[in-house]
């Protein structure tokens, strides 16, 4: 079955240091992978997506098909990053499947 | 633009009854997706409909239903709740398909409490 798994159910990290969300996915194919984000008392709201390689707030994500899994980084966490993080997958339904997010908390 | 609204924010009904949710998307944008989220399940897709046609359904019964109209407006209704249709409802839009990627942008959730 097609699947995505974050393994965190809270990350606490000290500000300044290096963060990493895991998310570990099954899916034969190609995937198509997404972080959403929800900030306290805000909406759900794309964070990244892994067809755009891109670097969002100094997060970035790299697909990796031989472990399957699409880790969230940033090399220096600040306050505001604490939030509530989802990996999702489009699976071969054209469904969005989400992880069960990871809350991250970062502590002064 | 104006964000994605949600109405009723919040919602209580008996068991049995039945509910309608609605979404109203972010202006141009022709794809609307809900999605159930609970703490035991997480989020889980419903459905989406675009271009008032439902392209996509979830593994829910067939209690769940929905309709989107020529503005885009969607709505979902439920019908013969049970305890466990206690969720926060989620609706999303986007300018295509989700499954082409187009990034969604959520509403605020109805949140559906049932007794």
């Known amino acids: 079955a097609q699947r995505v798994t974050q393994p965190e159910k809270l990350l606490s990290v000290f500000k300044g240091a290096p963060v990493e969300l895991k998310c570990n996915y099954s899916?034969?194919?190609?995937?198509?992978l997404f972080w959403y984000v929800q900030y306290s008392r805000q909406r759900l709201q794309l964070l990244l997506r892994?067809?755009?390689?891109?670097s969002i707030k100094g997060f970035t994500a790299d697909l990796n098909k031989g472990e399957t899994s699409f880790h969230l980084k940033k090399p220096f966490a600040q306050e505001e990053d604490s939030a509530m993080y989802y990996c999702a997958l489009v699976d071969s339904n054209y469904q969005l499947i989400w992880g069960a997010g990871t809350k991250l908390i970062i502590k002064p | 633009k104006a964000g994605v609204t949600q109405t009723p924010r919040y919602l209580i009904k008996t068991r049995g009854q039945q509910v309608t949710l609605s979404c109203s998307p972010i202006s141009g944008h022709r794809s609307v997706s809900w999605y159930q989220q609970t703490p035991g399940q997480g989020l889980q897709f419903l459905f989406e409909?675009?271009?008032?046609?439902?392209?996509n359904k979830g593994n829910f019964p067939g209690r769940f239903s929905g309709r989107q109209f020529s503005n885009s407006r969607s709505e979902m209704n439920v019908s013969t709740l049970e305890l466990g249709d206690s969720a926060l409802y989620l609706c999303a839009s986007s300018e295509g398909l989700a499954r082409l990627s187009y990034e969604q942008y959520f509403g605020p959730g109805t949140r559906l409490t049932v007794t």
């Open positions: 892994h067809i755009s390689r891109e």
């Open positions: 899916y034969s194919g190609s995937p198509e």
């Open positions: 409909y675009f271009s008032e046609t439902q392209r």
